[in-house]
């Protein structure tokens, strides 16, 4: 789906090597960015991951979520680099973040009720480094979206279990938050993917790509969120959602003191 370059810009990457490409023009507004609004639009989600990373620090939350705001943060920048160039290797270097991800979401979610403590981290780091080969080696265009939705899909079940678990009001919204946001963002994608010729017509693009990454960083953060909360209350860390600035929430604790 390739959107013509502006007229009068040359491009500084040179030509697009990348498998996908959105409906934005290229090089509209600099020839050192490929698609201007896709690329700026991961901004907001590297600095919900940094407030997430500075709270998990500050309370001594469990290394595993500082590993998870950063994952996000290293997602969107390989996101930034990728919409920057429209090369095939930077492409790569998004698409493999986002199964690292996923895989640190399955060990987030599935972990407390493991009983053999190293062999889920050890498979889902094994299978994590065995797919960054394979990937890099071959071009996978449906079978990666394809692959990827089904790692998603597997984490549900205990998103939904953590859920119906929580009593906290708070905490319950922010989940509700994170289904809100994952659909509004898929619904923007779609769009951007399925009617890019009507809408490159329009005097205004919407720019649909760029809007469901922002989506994507809320999601992100309110998943991170309500798993910080529900694994604060498995340690008897009586958390309790606050407000940043009255607006954004996040988990404050209270460890007992032999903690």
């Given at each position: ?12 990457w ?107 981290p050890?498979f ?27 790692l ?15 009593q ?16 509004l ?75």
């Amino acid at each position: 789906m390739h959107i013509g370059m502006a007229d009068g810009l040359s491009s500084f990457w040179g030509p697009v090597t990348s498998t996908i490409e959105c409906c934005e023009e290229n090089y509209a507004y600099s020839s050192y960015i490929a698609e201007f609004y896709n690329t700026i639009s991961n901004i907001p989600t590297v600095l919900l991951a940094l407030i997430g990373l500075i709270n998990a620090l500050r309370q001594r939350f469990e290394k595993r979520f500082s590993v998870l705001h950063l994952s996000n943060m290293i997602l969107a920048i390989g996101s930034m680099l990728y919409h920057a160039t429209l090369q095939l290797v930077q492409q790569q270097s998004d698409e493999t973040p986002m199964v690292w991800e996923v895989l640190l979401y399955m060990y987030i979610l599935y972990s407390p009720d493991w009983h053999y403590r190293s062999t889920m981290p050890t498979f889902l780091f094994l299978y994590g480094a065995l797919f960054a080969v394979v990937h890099s080696v071959f071009r996978f265009g449906i079978g990666f979206k394809a692959h990827h939705v089904i790692l998603c899909l597997l984490c549900i079940p205990r998103m939904y279990k953590y859920y119906i678990y929580t009593q906290d009001m708070a905490a319950k919204r922010l989940a509700k938050l994170y289904v809100v946001s994952i659909f509004l963002g898929s619904m923007c994608w779609l769009v951007d993917r399925v009617f890019c010729e009507e809408i490159s017509r329009w005097p205004i693009n919407p720019q649909g790509h760029a809007l469901w990454h922002v989506f994507m960083g809320f999601k992100s953060y309110f998943a991170n969120t309500f798993l910080m909360f529900c694994r604060a209350q498995q340690r008897g860390w009586a958390p309790k959602i606050d407000y940043f600035m009255g607006i954004l929430p996040y988990v404050k604790i209270e460890k007992p003191k032999s903690q």
